[in-house]
């Protein structure tokens, strides 16, 4: 019964007096400080707050005693008041997203973000204000290489993201870790040979580009509002989304024999469908290059596939390229 009271806003020791409350009736301040092991002062305070929350009484006469109020009713009453305030504070957040549409209408369609703190900051803002989809085209030049906790966030809310990796540079293993990553929580990734169109869309309503797809410096980016550029940009995604190589399960699901591939067969899969070479396979997955020879001919022969390429993509088609169990 430890944080009884924690989702109306009390406290564990909040919680502690009322449960002691409810098993000692008539009991002074004192008694529940000692029996707690609390001080008068911390338990007066919260005598407080439970009386202002009508979860106890102050009964009349001395010495001063306090009853509980029965919980089934104190309990269900102060709920429907929390519900009260936080359906107010809905209404409230709704006034305030209109005042910001209307105050971003009145901003330009471009502006210029300079500096990697602003691009951290405007990422942040982007993705934890997404209502319904983020679109990702990933490729350096990077910022930083670690997770991505924002877009976490975002799916557990329920987010849609759709990721275009740049091939090359999942060869790297942090970065094919920070993949499987966002697999799991539920990323739908794919990758093609040469992705340079770095960006970050949000529910098809503002992005974030660099200032050149060919240059190097990740710390300036433009923010795009919407307007026939925006359109653009989303259209060039959706385009290159349905060119790329699926790196997760595929629609089909695993079938009987995917699951008998190991983790590192996965992993050579998954890198072969991005064109890797063999030795970039091997220094990748800390592997001989001779041991990936011989296990992409075996996979290649269990997909039937006549090409490295194909079997790459047979394997994500079967749902073999999703995270390793």
Not at 92 to 120: D, F, K, M, N
Not at 295 to 307: E, F, K, Q, S, W
């Amino acid at each position: 019964m430890a944080h009884l009271l924690q989702p109306v806003g009390l406290g564990q020791t909040d919680s502690d007096v009322y449960l002691r409350l409810l098993s000692h009736a008539h009991v002074t301040p004192a008694d529940l400080a000692q029996a707690l092991e609390l001080s008068a002062s911390t338990v007066r305070q919260s005598l407080r707050r439970l009386t202002s929350a009508g979860l106890c009484n102050q009964l009349v006469g001395r010495p001063i005693r306090y009853v509980a109020a029965p919980p089934e009713v104190a309990l269900d009453s102060l709920v429907i008041q929390h519900h009260r305030e936080l359906d107010q504070l809905r209404v409230q957040a709704r006034a305030l997203s209109v005042r910001a549409q209307t105050t971003g209408a009145q901003s330009p369609l471009i502006e210029l973000v300079e500096g990697a703190e602003a691009v951290w900051h405007t990422l942040a803002r982007l993705e934890l204000g997404a209502r319904h989809e983020v679109l990702i085209i990933d490729s350096p030049p990077y910022l930083a290489s670690g997770l991505n906790t924002n877009e976490i966030q975002a799916l557990e809310r329920g987010v849609t993201y759709r990721a275009i990796y740049h091939a090359q540079a999942l060869a790297d293993s942090g970065r094919l870790a920070l993949l499987e990553r966002y697999l799991e929580a539920g990323e739908q990734a794919r990758s093609l040979p040469d992705a340079r169109m770095k960006m970050l869309i949000v529910d098809r309503e503002q992005a974030l580009v660099p200032i050149s797809f060919t240059g190097s410096d990740a710390a300036t980016r433009l923010l795009v509002r919407s307007s026939p550029l925006l359109d653009a940009l989303v259209l060039s995604f959706d385009t290159l989304w349905q060119r790329a190589t699926p790196l997760g399960a595929g629609s089909t699901g695993r079938t009987s024999l995917g699951d008998t591939v190991s983790p590192r067969d996965r992993d050579i899969l998954r890198l072969l469908a991005t064109g890797a070479k063999d030795r970039t396979i091997a220094r990748t997955l800390g592997i001989t290059e001779r041991t990936v020879v011989r296990r992409i001919h075996t996979l290649m022969t269990l997909l039937n596939a006549t090409t490295r390429f194909q079997a790459g993509v047979q394997a994500a088609t079967r749902g073999w390229l999703g995270p390793n169990r």
